[in-house]
């Protein structure tokens, strides 16, 4: 064997030694890490939280997030450390279509948690589900007014709906407010059509549907983009229901972790507190996560969050949503909002 080769083999050798080496030192490490975060997260009490996929319906890819101060402590992860301190362990959302499927996820033992629309929780707690209202909005906070999007050609206002086909979501929020603004229009005949947004905006644009009832922010994405015409604001009907949203948990979660409730808080309170601080920072993260314009989160995201866990006039709302519910024998049963929501 030549000196060269020789020289090459013990050289090829100490490399292979050195590669050993440091191979070694990495999982060693890896290890000692591993057993840091578990070390770290040994006593705590893990819990998830049941939320939507939300995003820009024109994008192929979504992001699973919530949104509002909670999703956004979650972002900056002021949300994590608080209830790490208190105790608890946060790990994850767990997806699901619809806010009402996320209850009963919720309920079924998938999370603890679930963030939804009103009128979902309401019609869960009416049948019977065992959870507590941890946070409510005041009214109006879920992305401005709901928007009716229609066809183009068709209906200019919302006086003009009456005999038209009109897409929603039963048993949503967006079908209580739109119920109730109809109600104060005294629109007559109705045509309804069960309809989730990724089947409406083809429908109107094929002329199948006359107006859908959607987000501000989808409302505005799909009149910028897509040419649709903006029919009316539900904000901007005085017989609208108020819209509030609320974050539930299980009963014999809080049993079990009497303190979980109050870190809950101070935990949305750091994402309500970034808000205010710095909104502009906010808008653009809501633009990154969801594929739309920095305009347009601007324009259809409320920030206005009171400084407390419990709205109390987005009690008096979902009072009156109950009530609307009882009336129109959609809810199952009667129930204390009162006793329902948990105030601290």
Excluded: C
């Amino acid at each position: 064997m030549s000196k060269q080769s020789l020289f090459t083999s013990g050289k090829l050798r100490w490399i292979i030694i050195a590669l050993v080496l440091f191979s070694a030192i990495g999982v060693y490490v890896w290890n000692k890490q591993q057993q840091a975060s578990t070390g770290q997260d040994q006593g705590l009490v893990g819990f998830k939280i049941a939320g939507v996929a939300v995003g820009n319906p024109d994008k192929l890819e979504k992001t699973l997030r919530t949104g509002g101060p909670l999703g956004y402590a979650i972002h900056l992860g002021t949300f994590q450390q608080e209830l790490r301190d208190a105790g608890f362990r946060f790990d994850g959302i767990v997806g699901f279509p619809r806010t009402a499927a996320s209850l009963l996820g919720m309920m079924s033992g998938q999370a603890e948690l679930a963030t939804t629309g009103d009128s979902p929780a309401v019609l869960s707690r009416a049948r019977g589900d065992k959870h507590r209202v941890l946070f409510v909005t005041s009214p109006h906070m879920i992305e401005s007014s709901f928007w009716v999007v229609g066809r183009k050609g068709g209906p200019k206002r919302l006086e003009d709906l009456s005999g038209q086909r009109v897409g929603l979501l039963f048993g949503s929020t967006f079908d209580y407010a739109f119920q109730t603004a109809a109600q104060g229009l005294q629109l007559q005949e109705i045509k309804y059509s069960q309809l989730p947004g990724s089947a409406a905006l083809p429908a109107l644009q094929n002329n199948q549907l006359d107006a859908y009832v959607t987000s501000a922010s989808i409302g505005k994405l799909w009149v910028d983009q897509h040419g649709l015409t903006l029919i009316g604001k539900l904000g901007d009907v005085p017989s609208s229901g108020k819209i509030v949203s609320v974050i539930t948990a299980r009963e014999d979660f809080l049993a079990a972790n009497p303190k979980f409730a109050a870190a809950f808080w101070r935990g949305i309170k750091t994402g309500i507190e970034a808000i205010q601080g710095d909104p502009e920072a906010y808008y653009q993260w809501i633009a990154d996560s969801t594929g739309y314009t920095l305009e347009n989160a601007r324009t259809t995201t409320g920030i206005n969050y009171e400084d407390r866990p419990i709205s109390e006039e987005g009690v008096e709302a979902l009072k009156k949503l109950l009530e609307f519910r009882l009336q129109s024998q959609v809810a199952q049963s009667n129930f204390s909002v009162d006793d329902w929501v948990l105030r601290q």
